[in-house]
Structure formats: structure tokens, C-alpha cells
């Protein structure tokens, strides 16, 4: 049987949810968008759509990408193909005010353009149920400022290609410092030309090489976050 004569509407809920992972794998936006809708009208909660059928597939994706068996391109329609799904889940998980991992503030620094990164991370970051608000291209630190203090983030995540703006993190992470509000903040930077110890020497709490190993750290920082607030 060819994938063609695969009909959605006809597969039992487990063999949908895996036939979900394949087309998430292969970027296929329209057969994800019919996937997330079926399983709605079957009586799944949008939570358990967004958890067993999108999270689970990006996992995967995740996981394969930090391995090296698949690549920003495709990576990157794997990614709008959940964004496909999640546009018809987000009001929902609103409406049912679903567990959320965190919030997550993003932005490429002042004077770096480059925005490939930082939009993979951004969607796999809500790929694995994080809030995130995406601020864009060329930030200066008032514009991380004003996002932070209207969303109240758990998670600022900063992005640089060019060796010059890089510097620039340390402007932001230093800003935070001055205003008090650096410790209540998980800091994650990225970008080609960093590396673990730049990410130490500007104080962030993380470099992430990829989009993958961020959603990794996220999680794992924020659990450290949790615990540590319920040891308080």
C-alpha cells in the first residue's frame, strides 16, 4: 500500500498518532493539520493532541537532528508543519488553560540580521510546550527589557551569527544584572560562532549548539528552577 492510499480518517487512534510522527518527520503540513483535527473530533483533548501526537513527533525530529541524520532544512518543515498543528490547538489549550512548560523570550542581538536559528529554536522551544515570544531580528537591550517586564518569561534566549554583535549578549546579561532581575531568569545564548566558554565568560546560564540540545537544556533548567523554588 503507498503512502498515497493512506486515509487519516480511517486509522485507529494509535496508528494515527504514529502515522502523525512519520508526516511531522517528513514536514507534510496539510496531513498534520487533518491529524490534529481528527483526533479533536474523536474527543482527544487538545493537551493530549499537542503531547502524544506533536511534542512526540518533534521529539523524534529532535533527537535525529542532534545526530546528524537530519538537517536544518528539513528540520525547519518539520517545524511548520507542527506550527500548522498548533495554530488549531493554541486557542484551545487557551480555552483549557493546558500545562505549560514555561515562557521563553527569544531574540536575535543588535546588529546581527540572522534569524534561521533563532526561528528553529523558537518552534521547537513551542513544539515542546514552552510559551514563546519571539521578538525578532536586531534587538537592543531596552527591547529585552520591555518583553520581559510585560511577559514575565522564565527563559531569555539570545542569538548572534557575526563574531561583532556577539559581544552584545554580555550588554544584555550585564543590563539584567543592574536590574536586579538577572537571577529570577534562565539565560540561554546561541549562534555559529559561540561556544560553551563564551557562554560562561558573558554569564549566560547555557550555550545550546542547536535548537535540540536548547529544548533539552530548557527542560532540564527549568526542572532545576522548580526544585529549587519548592526547596525555598
Known sequence: MSDEEIILSELPDDELVQQMHDDL????????????????????????VLTQALVEGMRIVGEDFRDGILFVPEVLLSANAMKAGMNILRPLLVETGAPKQGKMVIGTVKGDIHDIGKNLVGMMMEGA?????????????????????????????????LTTTMPYMKVVIDTLKEKGIRDDLI??????????EFGKAVGA?????DAAV????????MKRKHNVSAAV
Not at 539565560?187 to 560553551?196: D, I, K, S
Not at 546560564?205 to 549548539?209: L, N
Open 129 to 161: 510546550g514552552f510559551e514563546v515570544i519571539d521578538l525578532g531580528i536586531n534587538n537592543p537591550v531596552e527591547n529585552y527589557l520591555d518583553a520581559i517586564e510585560k511577559h514575565q518569561p522564565d527563559i531569555v534566549g539570545m542569538s548572534a551569527l
Open 187 to 196: 539565560v540561554l545564548v546561541g549562534g555559529a560562532p559561540l561556544n560553551e
Open 214 to 221: 536548547a529544548v533539552e537544556t530548557a527542560k532540564e533548567l
Open 25 to 48: 518527520y517528513d514536514g507534510l503540513k496539510e496531513e498534520i493539520e487533518e491529524g490534529t483535527r481528527i483526533l479533536l473530533d474523536r474527543g482527544w483533548s487538545p493537551y493530549e
Open 205 to 209: 546560564d547555557a550555550y545550546c549548539r
